[in-house]
Each structure stands twice: as structure tokens, then as C-alpha cells.
């Protein structure tokens, strides 16, 4: 388990990678990433708990349709994470 932030790894895109592929674990992620993140095993600053509380879950679905739209395909066929 990471408990400092000492330890220069982002570990951001590993769970947006998450809630992009799901949406109920992207639900559970935006009411509570702090929660979330530790149940991963993870750490999260204060200052990312806040940017990521501060996020509309509407605009992160919409914005995840029109990424899809873009690529063509489903985030979930081009899963690397």
C-alpha cells in the first residue's frame, strides 16, 4: 500500500482508467475517490480528492460518449487498462 505522496507515481490514470470501463465503480469513485482509492490500496492527495469531488458526473459520462464517438468504438475495446 502507497501512504505518502512521497513516492513520486501518479496513481490517477490507473483508477480513471477504472472508472472510465465502469460505470458503477466510476459512480462510487466520484462520491468517494479517498474511499475508493484505499480500497485499491492506493493513496490520493487531498488536493486530487478535492479535483476529483469537484467533477459533475454528468459532464464525465458526456464527455466519455464523445470520446467514444471519436474513436469509434467502445473505451471498453481498446482496454489497456
Known sequence: MIESEDRKLNLLPYLAGLAALDADFRERFLEDPEYVAR???????????????????????????????????????MSAW
Open 39 to 77: 480500497e485499491h490500496g492506493l493513496y490520493l492527495t487531498e488536493k486530487q480528492v478535492r479535483n476529483i469531488q469537484a467533477l459533475d458526473p454528468a459532464q464525465v459520462a458526456e464527455w466519455l460518449d464523445h470520446f467514444e464517438g471519436h474513436i469509434g468504438q467502445p473505451i471498453m475495446a
